[in-house]
């Protein structure tokens, strides 16, 4: 009988409905982990605005950067990077983002406000420029388009835009029917890393016991194949030390059972953080699949942590029982695998990335009775509200009918979460809305149980899935948000003792560090 290679990873999901775009976990990381000469212009944690063209500049235009895999002849290739294509752009990589695409990292000249000289005029404080020290005008940053600042710049370059038409993209624009929402995003910590399998010298690996990616420090030689190679750019490379760097998940932290900094801090609680059982010889299967099929067979490739033939072959793995344990009560799990209400963040990149978002559930036209006349006339004169016969009309066609005339396209949605299937997205978006009709009739009472009840039979839901997902959602306490089983002490001991001799053994081979003359 044969085993499955059953492994365990760290997964997340966001809940984009509830970010409120603070910034407070990128700060958080910020000065936890980049606040050093080199590190200035990092953000391992980056919160965007989307529509918007995001950290660095276009960074899902792959045809400029060329990064993740792409398919040929039924297997999969670095698109822009490996050994081979490394070696011919040695000394020049055109793929490669510049600091023009991120931005040139700045601070002010704060003493000038305590020590200019007495003069009429008020003192302030000019950019100057952390690389050169000479001031500078600043016209880029991280999350330079943020709440749309700017969108006639900047939000209208979001490279999804592509896939709608010029009069969609012109729709979506038109200030009384303009939608955004924030978009967090830090390391995928993916199931089929571009970047360790673009590393020259092998610095970049994978751990087995949570499937955290880390950049061994002594063994990277900055070739930085693996920043051309990811695709969601979230690789670093740091001009102090001439090294690479990336999100480490706040490793030392989950050794300890406790949650990364990013999510400890996060002020709209949209984050969450569990244990997924996975078979990893599919790993190769899966990335090489049909762009259509890849989040479902990514999905199914989820193993059930109550199975008794899994839980066995697992031990048999090696996977502790705690660990076990931690996946049993994941709510990652709960909201990627149980009610299938996340996806992950362009699949299409055949990573097969670990962190999931809950789509957001954006409102709908303010001018939609303009669009059409029957549902014009459903709209009451006076109240100036839609008729609870329209809104949460039970029949099919229309229960969710507020969804096809949401601000922002399902496409648009679509490119960002689901390789363009508009129908798995709209599958996501309809859970979301059976949740509320649910809860109108729980806590408003216009609404009645009937139709809260045809709305979730429609999804597939029942009450307690439904229940579940309102606790997790709005009322869960923090160990509910975050289950991280700790270390145990044999494996932290090989973790810290031996992973730098094991890794770093494939690639080049080379072994002096880098030296810089700074």
């Given at each position: 009988?044969t085993?499955?290679?059953?492994?365990?990873q760290?997964?997340m999901?966001?809940?984009?409905?509830?970010?409120?775009?603070?910034h407070?976990?990128?700060?958080?990381?910020?000065?936890i982990?980049?606040?050093?000469?080199?590190?200035?212009y990092?953000w391992?944690?980056?919160?965007?605005?989307?529509?918007?063209t995001?950290?660095p500049?276009?960074?899902?235009?792959?045809?400029?950067?060329?990064?993740?895999?792409?398919?040929?002849?039924?297997?999969?290739n670095l698109?822009?990077?490996?050994?081979?294509?490394?070696?011919?752009?040695?000394?020049?990589?055109?793929?490669?983002p510049?600091?023009?695409?991120?931005?040139?990292?700045?601070?002010?000249k704060?003493?000038n406000?305590?020590?200019a000289?007495?003069?009429?005029?008020?003192?302030?404080?000019?950019?100057v420029?952390?690389?050169?020290?000479?001031?500078?005008?600043?016209?880029?940053?991280?999350?330079?388009?943020?709440?749309l600042?700017?969108?006639p710049?900047?939000?209208?370059?979001?490279?999804?835009?592509?896939?709608?038409s010029?009069?969609?993209?012109?729709a979506?624009?038109?200030?009384?029917?303009?939608?955004?929402?924030?978009?967090?995003?830090?390391?995928?910590?993916?199931?089929n890393?571009?970047?360790?399998?673009?590393?020259?010298?092998?610095?970049?690996y994978?751990?087995?016991?949570?499937?955290?990616?880390?950049i061994?420090?002594e063994?990277?030689?900055?070739?930085?194949?693996?920043v051309?190679?990811?695709?969601?750019?979230?690789?670093y490379?740091?001009?102090?030390?001439?090294?690479?760097?990336k999100?480490?998940?706040?490793?030392p932290?989950?050794?300890a059972?406790?949650?990364?900094?990013?999510?400890h801090?996060?002020v709209?609680?949209?984050?969450?953080?569990?244990?997924?059982?996975?078979?990893?010889?599919k790993i190769?299967e899966?990335?090489?699949?049909?762009?259509?099929d890849?989040v479902?067979n990514?999905?199914?490739?989820?193993?059930?942590?109550f199975?008794?033939?899994?839980?066995?072959?697992?031990?048999?793995?090696?996977?502790?029982?705690?660990t076990i344990k931690a996946?049993?009560?994941s709510?990652?799990?709960?909201?990627?695998?149980?009610w299938g209400?996340?996806?992950?963040?362009?699949?299409?990149?055949?990573?097969?990335?670990n962190l999931?978002y809950v789509p957001?559930?954006?409102?709908?036209?303010?001018?939609?009775?303009?669009?059409?006349?029957?549902q014009?006339?459903?709209?009451?004169?006076?109240?100036k509200?839609?008729?609870?016969?329209?809104?949460?009309d039970?029949?099919m066609?229309d229960?969710?009918?507020s969804?096809?005339?949401?601000?922002?396209?399902?496409?648009?949605l679509?490119s960002?979460?689901?390789a363009?299937d508009e129908?798995?997205?709209k599958?996501?978006?309809?859970?979301?809305?059976?949740?509320?009709i649910?809860?109108?009739w729980?806590?408003v009472g216009?609404?009645s149980?009937?139709?809260?009840?045809e709305?979730?039979?429609?999804?597939?839901?029942?009450?307690e899935?439904?229940?579940?997902?309102?606790?997790?959602t709005?009322?869960?306490k923090f160990?509910?948000?975050?289950v991280?089983p700790?270390?145990?002490?044999?494996?932290?001991i090989?973790?810290?003792?031996f992973?730098?001799?094991?890794?770093g053994?494939t690639?080049?081979?080379?072994?002096?560090?880098?030296?810089?003359?700074?």
């Amino acid at each position: 009988m044969t085993t499955r290679n059953i492994r365990s990873q760290i997964s997340m999901v966001f809940h984009l409905d509830k970010c409120i775009g603070c910034h407070t976990c990128s700060v958080a990381c910020k000065n936890i982990w980049t606040d050093r000469k080199g590190a200035e212009y990092q953000w391992w944690n980056n919160v965007e605005t989307k529509p918007g063209t995001g950290y660095p500049t276009k960074w899902e235009d792959q045809e400029i950067y060329k990064g993740g895999w792409e398919k040929q002849d039924g297997k999969i290739n670095l698109k822009g990077a490996g050994k081979k294509k490394g070696l011919l752009n040695i000394f020049h990589n055109p793929n490669m983002p510049t600091i023009d695409d991120y931005y040139e990292p700045f601070t002010y000249k704060y003493l000038n406000l305590i020590e200019a000289p007495a003069s009429d005029d008020q003192p302030t404080a000019r950019p100057v420029s952390l690389i050169t020290g000479k001031p500078i005008d600043i016209k880029m940053g991280p999350n330079w388009d943020d709440d749309l600042s700017g969108s006639p710049d900047h939000a209208r370059k979001d490279p999804n835009l592509d896939a709608l038409s010029l009069a969609e993209q012109e729709a979506m624009f038109q200030l009384e029917k303009m939608a955004m929402f924030y978009l967090p995003r830090i390391c995928n910590h993916c199931l089929n890393p571009a970047c360790v399998a673009s590393c020259p010298s092998g610095a970049i690996y994978k751990r087995g016991e949570d499937g955290v990616v880390l950049i061994n420090q002594e063994v990277c030689k900055a070739w930085r194949m693996c920043v051309t190679a990811c695709p969601y750019k979230k690789t670093y490379y740091n001009w102090n030390s001439g090294k690479s760097e990336k999100c480490i998940l706040c490793y030392p932290r989950i050794e300890a059972g406790l949650a990364p900094a990013c999510m400890h801090s996060c002020v709209g609680r949209i984050r969450y953080l569990g244990v997924l059982l996975y078979d990893a010889d599919k790993i190769e299967e899966i990335a090489t699949s049909d762009e259509k099929d890849l989040v479902k067979n990514h999905i199914d490739m989820i193993l059930d942590p109550f199975d008794p033939e899994v839980i066995r072959e697992a031990k048999l793995n090696g996977v502790a029982d705690s660990t076990i344990k931690a996946a049993q009560n994941s709510p990652t799990y709960k909201f990627i695998k149980k009610w299938g209400m996340a996806l992950p963040l362009h699949p299409e990149y055949r990573t097969m990335p670990n962190l999931f978002y809950v789509p957001p559930m954006l409102p709908i036209m303010a001018s939609i009775g303009n669009q059409n006349t029957e549902q014009n006339d459903k709209l009451n004169p006076i109240a100036k509200k839609w008729d609870d016969k329209w809104l949460y009309d039970t029949s099919m066609n229309d229960i969710f009918g507020s969804i096809d005339q949401a601000r922002m396209p399902l496409k648009y949605l679509a490119s960002l979460f689901s390789a363009g299937d508009e129908t798995l997205m709209k599958e996501k978006l309809q859970k979301l809305m059976c949740i509320r009709i649910y809860r109108r009739w729980k806590t408003v009472g216009d609404i009645s149980k009937e139709k809260a009840m045809e709305a979730i039979n429609a999804v597939g839901f029942s009450e307690e899935d439904v229940d579940g997902i309102y606790y997790l959602t709005s009322l869960a306490k923090f160990d509910d948000r975050f289950v991280i089983p700790a270390a145990h002490k044999e494996q932290a001991i090989e973790m810290l003792e031996f992973t730098g001799d094991a890794k770093g053994s494939t690639g080049f081979g080379i072994k002096e560090s880098t030296k810089r003359g700074l």
